[in-house]
């Protein structure tokens, strides 16, 4: 079964530091993949997306993630995280051959003025 | 404004009763989704509906059902059967293809007693 881990289950940091968030996928297949980000106190939203192309891609907010195929891996990154980052991250997979996306556990970022 | 919304906000039952939470999307999605969200668990898929009058079950579905009456409409039934009901639980919607990203409602908390 496809499954997708996100190593980082609570991330803390400061403001202006750099972030990574790992996400690594299992599937042998060609996938799309997703970041999303949950505010305190609201709905899911889309940060990036990749579907082919140049693996790094550039979302809202100054955030970025690199697909690389070898190590079915899609990492988010920051160079300087701001405190209105706060929020909880989730990665997620949809196959091309399938209908269904696969969310990893979530990540929470706390970031501290 | 186009979006998904869920309704209540928070929802409290008694053990041994079904409950029906509401999900109305005006996007003109053909997909819509159920997740339930668990800390540290992340998302799961509960039900998805691609065509009106159709559905599929996703990882989760047992003590849940679904209709998908009206293409605006997707409401989630967590019945009695339900092991672990109690849960946060999120509607979203697509446009149909692997491209397509997921709308996320606001959700719904279920508090079952």
Redesign the interface.
Known sequence: AQSVSQHNHHVILSEAASLELGCNYSYGGTVNLFWYVQYPGQHLQLLLKYFSGDPLVKGIKGFEAEFIKSKFSFNLRKPSVQWSDTAEYFCAVIPRTGNQFYFGTGTSLTVIP | DGG?TQSPKYLFRKEGQNVTLSCEQNLNHD?M?W?RQDP??????IY?S?IVNDFQK?DIAEGYSVSREKKESFPLTVTSAQKNPTAFY?C?SSILG??S??H????TRLTVT
């Open positions: 998904i997909a989704y997740y540290g668990q992340g998302l799961r898929l998805y691609q996703g999120l979203a692997q491209n990203p997921l996320f409602g606001n959700g």
